[in-house]
């Protein structure tokens, strides 16, 4: 087991020095010079001309690149060019604000997406199954921003119940924080739950047709017991894994979600970033985004260990 | 018995009032950039600075100066050194006194500054000097027009200088000489401010606590004023403006700003110019602006906020002259000048900013000009990508606008001048050079609105920028703010304001 996962690690090094490469070429790629926009309406050419030597944005690429993986294994990500905010302070700040809004929709997707995928899974081909598929679809196909604003309409605008957007932090008010997080969850979560819900019917439906469950059937065991106990656990396998390559993706920012509920997370600073031309703070948080990315696959690789016996020895 | 009882119900009334009379939230179009006077660059940034941040002097709402920390001020005879009183007993937010040394500690600071975007503006002060305590004098190599106006935005504005010698990046946490001291800022997310007890017109601010939140979305930000998660908002969107009157709950505050927005052309910068028919003939561009009818561009694109402007300088402004009225649209005039031009069907590339706004206008424009028989294509480009495009002249004509200055020379200096910073198309013309660099050097609306005027007088027929409209500011306000005063250069200035 450790071994397993020191060798993970070991693979994962290269692959986050290549997102990072990567990154930083294709921002460079980008039409538009950041000391233009950092000048100011202005453009004062010598303002212009003193950014482009303090940020070494004449310098050529790979020396860039090279001074900034210096910094960073220092620890320093340097600063937004837009707002002089440490790099490490903006991730600090925005990374619970982005796991928060992932826990919550996660929750969401699971409670939805699970149940339902069981439901229509022993129900197969009945009007259930049906009126689940229809409503997962659905999910999948309303786009994110459409519900939201739909939701602050409705729930905000018209009844009252729940803050329009912005963020509370849990420490500052906890159910403050729950109420105001909760649309946003919810959307993002209904979308995921369609996921969730499709992946389980199918590996259930795969199981329940398996010999061993016929031979559970046939032992007497009641339907519950056969569903649960035996079906669902392996059918969890897969599932798990891709729960956490989902919560991957939410870690890297739900960038329409964020805008509309206007959720100081991930999403957001890095769209704006790019639209201001703050090479730094993209940088960072791609690079902390890749990081958490990797992190997770290998924790489904250690999950699915955990949840399969059957693996252990391997 | 009867009057006592309601002398001490009123007396409740108004205080419970005043005891929720606390918080004015206000939604922002965009997070704003560092929060350092000499450094920064936005429009929203210079909303914040009003509350946190007081200037030497101000402006009224007819654009004349007004007090703010000097009491008087006044130019010597050759008008090349501007000496300012300062207010008696005013302080820092940390306490320390604004004097004579601080002032000078400041102007020093915007001028030398590596990255400031004051020094341009500051180009003018040869240097500052402390004559007492509470007297300033800046020495300028050149009488300067336009240094009042300067003083009373960004380039006159106080900040602690304990606080920008001190080992702290001073954006982090401003200390500064405005009504409202700095509390915290979540980047994309919040700023928040608090009263400054120590303030020397404290009295006349009854807001405890200022809260400004960036909201991106134009929906999002409007169904927040109406669940009354905010107390107002700067830019509705064109399109919500029917929406916002019928509204009984909201207040519509519409102001007509400083700024313009516009189409400029490239008449001579690169090899684009060569190819761009709209440089090849004046006439071209005159048909051009007959093509297109500001005011439907008012209605149709602005629902009505989005005044017609043929001059830079807005109508709040002594310099708008009345020798150009606005052009009215004529198709049949434009189809003249082109024909006579030997280009009956001109073929050009507009480009602007992403945005459905832009994007509307762009096609309007469109529209009304391919009657007149002009080709247009549209390209749509992201901002920074369209500055930098812009600045190569990799462009035949382009929407671009301006967010406006309080001095006429800021808003016609830099976009039409040889050397113009902002002068994308590189339009070049002696006279008018001549022109607006003298008006920079003399004093009083008499002496230099000739200047201007005839400097116009050559622009309004080479046309190397038509102005569309005036920059409108339109804030909703919901009906429990009061004391609100609309400005032209679209500040908030919180003096008098309460929340009921």
Request: glycine residues 6%.
């Given at each position: 087991m450790a071994e397993l996962i020191l060798r993970r690690v070991l693979v994962a090094i290269p692959t986050i020095i290549i997102v990072s490469m990567l990154v930083f070429s294709l921002q460079k790629l980008l039409p538009g010079d950041p000391a233009l926009m950092i000048a100011g309406e202005e453009h004062d050419p010598k303002v212009i001309e003193y950014i482009r030597e303090k940020y070494h944005l004449n310098d050529p690429i790979p020396v860039?690149?090279?001074?900034?993986?210096?910094?960073?294994?220092?620890?320093?990500?340097?600063?937004?060019?837009?707002?002089?905010?440490?790099?490490?302070?903006?991730?600090?700040?925005?990374?619970?604000?982005?796991?928060?809004?992932?826990?919550?929709?996660?929750?969401?997707?699971?409670?939805?997406?699970?149940?339902?995928?069981?439901?229509?899974?022993?129900?197969?081909?009945?009007?259930?199954?049906?009126?689940?598929n229809v409503v997962a679809l659905s999910g999948l196909s309303i786009p994110n921003f459409w519900l939201g604003i739909l939701l602050i309409f409705l729930v905000s605008v018209q009844l009252g119940w729940l803050p329009a957007s912005g963020y509370v932090p849990p420490s500052q008010d906890f159910w403050l924080s729950i109420k105001t997080m909760l649309m946003p969850a919810?959307?993002?979560?209904?979308?995921?739950?369609?996921?969730?819900?499709?992946?389980?019917?199918?590996?259930?439906?795969?199981?329940?047709?398996?010999?061993?469950?016929?031979?559970?059937?046939?032992?007497?065991?009641r339907q519950g017991k056969v569903v649960y106990k035996h079906a669902l656990r392996n059918a969890l396998v897969p599932i798990v894994t891709l729960m956490t390559l989902l919560f991957g993706e939410l870690l890297g920012g739900a960038v329409l979600t964020e805008q509309i509920f206007t959720i100081p997370g991930f999403g957001k600073l890095v769209v704006d970033a790019v639209f201001t031309r703050d090479y730094a703070v993209v940088q960072g948080i791609v690079l902390c985004t890749a990081i958490g990315y990797v992190g997770l696959n290998l924790l489904a690789d250690v999950l699915y260990i955990l949840i399969n016996p059957r693996l252990r020895g391997a | 018995?009867?009057?006592?009882?309601?002398?001490?119900?009123?007396?409740?009334?108004?205080?419970?009032?005043?005891?929720?009379?606390?918080?004015?939230?206000?939604?922002?179009?965009?997070?704003?950039?560092?929060?350092?006077?000499?450094?920064?660059?936005?429009?929203?940034?210079?909303?914040?600075?009003?509350?946190?941040?007081?200037?030497?002097?101000?402006?009224?709402?007819?654009?004349?100066?007004?007090?703010?920390?000097?009491?008087s001020w006044s130019y010597n005879d050759d008008e090349t050194a501007l000496t300012f009183k300062l207010r008696d007993g005013i302080t820092f937010q940390d306490g320390t006194k604004i004097d004579a040394e601080a002032v000078k500690a400041n102007l020093d600071r915007s001028m030398s500054l590596p990255d400031s975007n004051r020094k341009s503006e500051l180009s003018s002060v040869d240097h500052v000097e402390v004559?007492?305590?509470?007297?300033?004098?800046?020495?300028?190599?050149?009488?300067?027009?336009?240094?009042?106006?300067?003083?009373?935005?960004?380039?006159?504005?106080?900040?602690?200088?304990?606080?920008?010698?001190?080992?702290?990046?001073?954006?982090?946490?401003?200390?500064?000489?405005?009504?409202?001291?700095?509390?915290?800022?979540?980047?994309?997310?919040?700023?928040?401010?608090?009263?400054?007890?120590?303030?020397?017109?404290?009295?006349?601010?009854?807001?405890?606590?200022?809260?400004?939140?960036?909201?991106?979305?134009a929906t999002v930000k409007l169904a927040n004023l109406k669940a009354g998660d905010i107390d107002m908002l700067e830019r509705l969107a064109p399109t919500d403006v029917p929406q916002v009157k019928a509204d009984k709950s909201l207040d519509f505050e519409p102001v007509t700003g400083l700024g313009w927005q516009s189409i400029t052309i490239n008449t001579n910068n690169g090899d684009r110019a060569k190819s761009n028919p709209l440089a090849k003939d004046k006439r071209i561009r005159q048909a051009l602006e007959y093509a297109i009818g500001r005011d439907v561009i008012n209605q149709v694109a602005g629902n009505g906020i989005y005044p017609p402007a043929q001059q830079p300088f807005p109508p709040s402004s002594p310099y708008l002259s009345d020798k150009f009225p606005v052009?009215?649209?004529?198709?049949?005039?434009?189809?003249?000048?082109?024909?006579?031009?030997?280009?009956?069907?001109?073929?050009?590339?507009?480009?602007?900013?992403?945005?459905?706004?832009?994007?509307?206008?762009?096609?309007?424009?469109?529209?009304?000009?391919?009657?007149?028989?002009?080709?247009?294509?549209?390209r749509a480009t992201e901002f920074a990508a369209m500055l930098d495009e812009l600045d190569r002249g990799n462009f035949d004509a382009s929407l671009i606008g301006w967010s406006g200055r309080v001095d006429p020379d800021g808003n016609i200096h830099p976009f039409v001048t040889c050397k113009g910073a902002l002068n994308y198309g590189r339009y070049c013309n002696q006279q008018v050079d001549k022109d607006l660099n003298q008006a920079r050097q003399v004093s009083g609306v008499e002496k230099r609105k000739p200047l201007y005027t005839d400097a116009q007088t050559i622009l309004q027929q080479d046309l190397p920028v038509i102005y569309t409209y005036y920059q409108p500011w339109p804030f909703v306000l919901n009906k429990n703010v009061t004391g609100f005063v609309p400005y032209p250069d679209g500040m908030i200035r919180l003096k008098g304001m309460n929340v009921q």
């Open positions: 860039q690149y090279g001074m900034w993986v210096k910094q960073v294994v220092q620890g320093d990500f340097g600063k937004s060019l837009r707002t002089d905010v440490p790099v490490t302070q903006l991730i600090d700040s925005k990374l619970p604000v982005t796991i928060q809004l992932a826990v919550m929709a996660m929750i969401v997707a699971v409670l939805i997406g699970i149940p339902t995928g069981i439901l229509s899974a022993v129900r197969k081909e009945t009007a259930v199954d049906y009126v689940a919810f959307v993002l979560g209904t979308a995921l739950s369609a996921t969730l819900m499709r992946h389980t019917r199918s590996a259930m439906i795969g199981i329940l047709r398996s010999d061993y469950i016929r031979t559970a059937r046939a032992k007497g065991l | 018995m009867l009057k006592t009882r309601l002398a001490v119900l009123s007396l409740s009334l108004l205080a419970s009032s005043m005891a929720y009379a606390q918080t004015l939230r206000i939604g922002l179009k965009e997070d704003p950039d560092v929060l350092d006077p000499d450094r920064a660059r936005t429009y929203v940034g210079r909303i914040v600075f009003t509350a946190l941040c007081d200037k030497l002097v101000d402006i009224s709402p007819k654009l004349d100066f007004v007090p703010q920390l000097a009491t004559v007492d305590p509470s007297t300033v004098t800046i020495h300028l190599k050149h009488p300067d027009a336009t240094l009042l106006a300067t003083l009373s935005d960004r380039a006159g504005m106080m900040m602690s200088p304990a606080a920008f010698k001190g080992d702290k990046t001073f954006s982090q946490d401003p200390v500064c000489s405005g009504p409202y001291k700095f509390v915290k800022r979540v980047q994309n997310d919040r700023i928040e401010l608090e009263k400054y007890d120590g303030y020397w017109d404290a009295k006349d601010y009854p807001i405890k606590k200022v809260v400004y939140l960036p909201i991106t979305d052009t009215e649209r004529n198709v049949d005039k434009a189809k003249e000048l082109l024909k006579e031009a030997g280009v009956p069907n001109p073929k050009f590339e507009l480009v602007f900013g992403t945005g459905s706004d832009n994007q509307q206008l762009a096609e309007l424009i469109q529209a009304m000009a391919a009657e007149a028989g002009f080709q247009i294509t549209l």
